[in-house]
Nanobody, 122 residues
Framework: QLQLVESGGGLVQPGGSLRLSCEAS????????IGWFRQAPGKEREGVIC????????NYADSVKGRFTISRDNAKNTVYLQMNSLKPEDTGVYYC???????????????WGQGTQVIVSS
């Protein structure tokens, strides 16, 4: 059974950092583009960042450029989201999903994880 499990969320102060993990099971992650999305309370889910299956290309939302980076360890079947210089507006539930890294639109992604909560607050 194909499954994605996110972890690493939590409460962090503004300016702090977190690293989220997205571990895949039931399929070989190498072949797939993986995206990270987030959903703040009362808002639509939005694309944050993605990485191609080979790891050779990435795509970023303007709001996170220079602060967030994405990487993958195919040997561990895991994709990571490193978030630095966090802001209160980064608060939300973060999801990873399999899709097309040519865009960061929700309809282009399938097989979503259950999400991990990130709260940026002092």
């Amino acid at each position: 059974q194909l499954q994605l499990v996110e972890s690493g969320g939590g409460l962090v102060q503004p300016g702090g950092s977190l690293r989220l993990s997205c571990e895949a099971s039931g399929f070989i992650l190498d072949y797939y583009d993986i995206g990270w999305f987030r959903q703040a309370p009362g808002k639509e889910r939005e694309g944050v960042i993605c990485i191609s299956g080979s790891g050779s290309s990435t795509n970023y939302a303007d709001s996170v450029k220079g602060r967030f980076t994405i990487s993958r360890d195919n040997a561990k079947n895991t994709v990571y989201l490193q978030m630095n210089s966090l802001k209160p507006e980064d608060t939300g539930v973060y999801y990873c999903a399999v899709g097309l890294c040519s865009d960061l639109e929700v309809p282009s992604y399938d097989y979503w994880g259950q999400g991990t909560q990130v709260i940026v607050s002092s």
